[in-house]
Structure formats: structure tokens, C-alpha cells
């Protein structure tokens, strides 16, 4: 659960209500309070399989869970995959809440959270991880207790070369 939350500003949580609340429910729920995540949306899923009465009981045990935190009195959105329903307000529920999440700032000083180095024939080191602090820029010179300091040659956002990489994205 911790890899590679280091950006991450709002969770989609998820409850089966097939399943109910488990204690990975609040371990996670725990876990993203410790991260200071304050936006989120909740999908409560399996829904088709789970008769009227069993999807009210999830709802109300959810509600009673995040009493108190930051997911009270977010969106609790009724979904089953294999059926396609609530998948529509679901992404619309996500969409508010990429829209109402904060914007990661730039103070100038970025700072690389390296998850993994490796050399790659032609380009020599190449790292990855979670830039953070500010945004690094093709030929931008980073510190380093090197003598020659190592210069950014390029930019990766997954597939796609990227001439700039925003603070809090994840980066190659």
C-alpha cells in the first residue's frame, strides 16, 4: 500500500458490499489519514450479487467507519463491474474530485524520491521516482556530491518523452 504514494493528494476507497468493512479497510483508511489525504471518493462495489438489504448494511457501516475522518461525507458510489452499473457516476464522481484536488505547488526546489536506478545502453543512469518540491526541465543541472554534476537529459511521463515534469509526478 505505502509504494508510491509519495504524490498521491486523494484516494478512491474501496468496499465490497459483498464484503463489508475488513480490517484492511481501516488499515488503509489509517494509513491514507497519516498521509494527510483529504479528498476521496468511495465506491462501494459487487453491488449485483449482493441483495437490497446486505448494499444498505455496507452503506451504513461505511458511513459509521469514516465518521470523523476525511471520507465523511464523501460520495459513496454504488458500483458492479460485470453489470456496468454505477460505473458512469463513478467517473463522474472521480472527475469532481480530480477537479476539487489540489494542485501540487512548485517552490522551486525539486526533489527527486529515487524508487530505482538502472543503466540503459546509450543513456547511462537512469533513475525513477517521485518528483517533488518543483519541477525539473530538460538540461536542468541537478546537486550531487559528484564532481561533474549530472545534467537532466530527458523526461518520461510512462511512455511519452516529456520536455517539462510537474512537482508531485511520478517520473523516469
Known amino acids: 500500500m505505502l509504494a508510491g504514494v509519495g ?8 468496499v465490497a458490499a459483498t464484503e463489508g468493512w475488513k ?5 488503509h483508511l489509517r494509513i491514507l489519514e497519516l498521509l494527510d489525504i483529504a479528498h476521496g471518493v468511495i465506491a462501494l462495489t459487487k453491488v449485483g450479487p449482493a441483495d437490497d438489504d446486505l448494499v444498505d448494511l455496507a452503506r451504513l457501516e461505511i458511513a459509521e467507519q469514516v465518521e470523523g475522518t476525511f471520507l465523511a461525507g464523501a460520495p459513496v458510489v454504488a458500483t458492479d463491474a460485470p453489470t456496468g452499473v454505477g460505473l458512469d457516476e463513478l467517473r463522474a464522481a472521480l472527475d469532481d474530485l480530480v477537479a476539487a484536488a489540489p ?5 522551486g526546489r525539486p526533489r527527486l524520491w529515487i524508487d530505482r536506478p538502472f ?43 516529456a520536455p517539462r515534469i510537474p512537482p508531485a509526478a511520478d517520473a523516469l
Open 23 to 27: 480490517p484492511q479497510s481501516e488499515e
Open 7 to 14: 504524490a498521491v493528494d486523494a484516494c478512491l476507497f474501496v
Open 103 to 107: 494542485t501540487a505547488v512548485d517552490h
Open 119 to 161: 543503466s540503459a545502453r546509450g543513456a547511462g543512469t537512469v533513475v525513477t521516482g517521485t518528483l517533488s518540491g518543483g519541477a525539473l526541465r530538460v538540461d536542468d543541472e541537478l546537486p550531487s556530491t559528484r564532481r561533474a554534476p549530472p545534467c537532466v537529459c530527458g523526461h518520461w511521463r510512462t511512455t511519452t518523452p
